[in-house]
């Protein structure tokens, strides 16, 4: 009986860190391809290519930018990319820096910071900012990934100078 019990929790501990070892690997796989969705998004953004950051998000997915009411829907989403590129706003540099990333089922959620450098009117006098981002992805029945949902906020006090 001890021999039976020893053996069944030798198998199952083989089993346990396997199953650990797999989701290792399909983390350090999916960091690899969010990081390299995030290069395609950042030229995208300086481009001012919106069909491919659109290409990102799911039909039904949620924006929450700083400053403004919540996007629901990539035709909300579009129409602020169009406000924005109407406003004079041009990006000239965008980095994304992923500090984590969690899998869990058909969801995927990304924390990180980000880092850019845009002009609005003025393209002789670029302003930087620096903030935080969370992104929700979650698989299609296609077996690709796309937005659900992404936040962002800046690290800069834009109400600083007023105080």
């Given at each position: 009986?001890?021999?039976?019990?020893?053996?069944?929790?030798t198998v199952a501990f083989l089993l346990m860190s396997t199953a650990n070892l797999f989701s290792q690997t399909t983390k350090e796989e999916m960091l690899k391809k969010v990081e390299e969705w995030n290069k395609q998004f950042?030229?995208?953004?300086?481009?001012?290519d919106k069909a491919k950051m659109l290409s990102f998000y799911a039909d039904d997915a949620y924006s929450?930018?700083?400053?403004?009411?919540?996007?629901v829907g990539k035709k909300a989403i579009e129409k602020s990319m169009n406000m924005d590129e109407n406003s004079g706003m041009?990006?000239?540099?965008?980095?994304f820096n992923t500090k984590d990333l969690w899998i869990t089922g058909d969801q995927m959620c990304e924390v990180?910071?980000?880092?850019?450098?845009?002009?609005v009117d003025d393209p002789g006098n670029p302003t930087k900012d620096h903030g935080k981002y969370l992104t929700i992805y979650q698989r299609q029945k296609?077996?690709?990934w796309k937005i659900?949902?992404?936040?962002?906020?800046?690290d800069t006090n834009?109400?600083?100078?007023?105080?």
């Amino acid at each position: 009986m001890i021999k039976r019990l020893s053996a069944i929790l030798t198998v199952a501990f083989l089993l346990m860190s396997t199953a650990n070892l797999f989701s290792q690997t399909t983390k350090e796989e999916m960091l690899k391809k969010v990081e390299e969705w995030n290069k395609q998004f950042s030229a995208a953004m300086v481009t001012n290519d919106k069909a491919k950051m659109l290409s990102f998000y799911a039909d039904d997915a949620y924006s929450l930018p700083s400053y403004t009411p919540m996007l629901v829907g990539k035709k909300a989403i579009e129409k602020s990319m169009n406000m924005d590129e109407n406003s004079g706003m041009k990006i000239l540099s965008f980095k994304f820096n992923t500090k984590d990333l969690w899998i869990t089922g058909d969801q995927m959620c990304e924390v990180g910071t980000y880092d850019l450098s845009m002009t609005v009117d003025d393209p002789g006098n670029p302003t930087k900012d620096h903030g935080k981002y969370l992104t929700i992805y979650q698989r299609q029945k296609d077996g690709s990934w796309k937005i659900k949902a992404d936040m962002w906020n800046t690290d800069t006090n834009p109400f600083a100078q007023s105080q």
